[in-house]
């Protein structure tokens, strides 16, 4: 079973950064699609950024030229947060899709806390 894992949330400042790491229990070339998640307090889970296997990337509009996704050559996979607002507050989560013969299968962490507050 694919095990996903996230770390580097935290409290920060407006206007501050923070990275954030997904590790995947197995090589994340194996995976079609990865992405990233997030959760605010007391609203629905939207899409915050995709990057495919080969490195093309997607993002929402209230992230994009703010965010950027990437991955290494391993098992890990990124999110690297700049000009944070409080509106970014929210449990994010990371996602991988396997794309099989038989199907395709998504695998979830249990989401990272990032609280954007002066």
């Known amino acids: 079973q694919v095990q996903v894992a996230e770390s580097g949330g935290g409290l920060v400042q407006p206007g501050g950064s923070l990275r954030l790491a997904c590790i995947v229990s197995?090589?994340?070339?194996?995976?079609?699609?990865m992405g990233w998640y997030r959760q605010p307090p007391g609203k629905q889970r939207d899409l915050v950024a995709t990057?495919?296997?080969?490195?093309?990337t997607y993002y929402a509009d209230s992230v994009k030229g703010r965010f950027t996704i990437s991955k290494d050559n391993a098992n890990t996979m990124y999110l690297q947060m700049n000009s944070l607002e409080p509106e970014d507050t929210a449990v994010y989560y990371c996602?991988?899709?396997?794309?099989?013969?038989?199907?395709?299968?998504?695998?979830w962490g249990q989401g990272t806390l990032v609280t954007v507050s002066s």
């Open positions: 996602t991988v899709r396997k794309i099989e013969a038989s199907g395709s299968s998504d695998y």
């Open positions: 197995e090589s994340i070339i194996n995976f079609n699609y």
């Open positions: 990057i495919t296997r080969y490195g093309t």
